[in-house]
């Protein structure tokens, strides 16, 4: 498939939404500057935005500001939806994950403070190891939860030793041990938005599945004595000492951890919702400090100073 740039300018020219001048400005002008970085003497744009790659490498060495770069790479997005055939010859997933990460950046650098403030997941890992074991069926949810953070999804969900025992009739929650693949037909609340959810787990996590499923065995992944999923896992946590905590306290925890911004892509989509959110969860950096030595002979007189910005009284 051959695209020259007369052809894309007609594309955007002849476009239904050209009504206005900014349609051409934010549509039609960026894609022709990126289109300038990689066509060299070819006139070829297809053959460019097939290099996935190497385009989202060049708007992203051409230009620093996050929120340019989003407007570029959504340009390219753009263009690759709506020029018929030509999402077949692209990656386009490689530009959505790009372009998407590029919101998470730009979102991060206008947030003055984050949203919600959140309890450490190690911190609740530890205490929900301590008070049930390593591994226990609890332990087990913590760690699984960190890799498919779903909402109150995880009860009935099947569990498969081998590609082979997949039944005809599939259930609408399951896992294949063998492949690592864990599969939501249904799921709460973003279901209709964001369609099936495949997810793959770390072979850690499957080993820990696999050695708790030897030693207690079930059809099903998590089996609680109270069947009320939110009721569970909330006397889960403040039986081990986490208090008033829910599943949202759960939620809110995995994504309140420092990560790259393509991590949190990926966060999102295991989630079923949109990045924005993910970085909403964020736990706000402390303020910066800066330490230094000082004489003895001066330390009255700082901690005088200190103690009146402070509004204190001396010790």
């Known amino acids: ?28 002008a960026p894609l022709l500057r990126t289109l300038n970085l990689c066509l060299e003497e070819k006139d070829d744009v297809s053959a460019c935005l097939s ?15 996050p929120n340019s770069r989003k407007y570029y790479l959504q340009s ?21 994950d790009a372009w998407s990460a590029s919101k998470v950046v730009t979102y991060e650098t206008e947030q003055e403070k984050p949203k919600k403030e959140n309890i450490d997941y190690e911190e609740i890992e530890q205490k929900v190891q301590k008070k049930y074991g390593v591994n226990s069926q609890e332990a087990l949810f913590i760690d699984f939860y960190k890799e498919v953070p779903v909402r109150l999804d995880f009860y ?20 294949n041990l ?28 499957v080993d820990k599945i696999k050695y708790n499923l030897k030693h207690n065995p079930r059809d099903n992944l998590f089996r ?26 759960l939620r809110h925890s995995v994504h309140s951890q420092k990560l790259t911004a393509e991590e949190r892509v990926e966060l999102a989509r295991r989630s079923g919702h949109s990045v924005e959110t993910s970085v909403s969860y964020k736990r706000p950096s402390p303020e910066p400090t800066i330490q ?6 001066y330390q009255g007189t700082i901690k005088h100073i200190l103690n009146e910005l402070k509004g204190g009284v001396e010790e």
């Open 1 to 28: 498939m051959k695209i020259s740039v007369e052809q894309a300018k007609d594309f955007f020219d002849k476009h239904p939404n050209n009504t206005t001048k900014n349609f051409l400005k934010n549509h039609q």
């Open 51 to 65: 290099d996935t790659e190497a385009v989202i490498k060049k708007i992203t060495d051409a230009y620093q500001n």
């Open 76 to 96: 390219v997005l753009f263009f690759v939806d709506g020029y018929p055939g030509l999402a077949n010859h692209v990656d386009r997933k490689k530009y959505f």
């Open 156 to 175: 009935d969900i099947h569990v498969y030793n081998k590609t082979k025992d997949l039944p005809e009739d599939l259930p609408d929650k399951y896992l």
């Open 178 to 205: 063998e492949t690592r693949r864990m599969f939501f037909k249904k799921y709460n609340k973003t279901n209709n938005k964001y369609g099936d959810k495949e997810i793959y787990l770390s072979q850690d996590l």
């Open 224 to 249: 609680f004595k109270n069947k009320d999923p939110g009721s569970a896992i909330k006397t889960l946590l403040n039986k081990a000492g986490i208090k008033n905590a829910t599943m949202n306290t």
């Open 292 to 297: 230094m030595e000082i004489p003895t002979k």
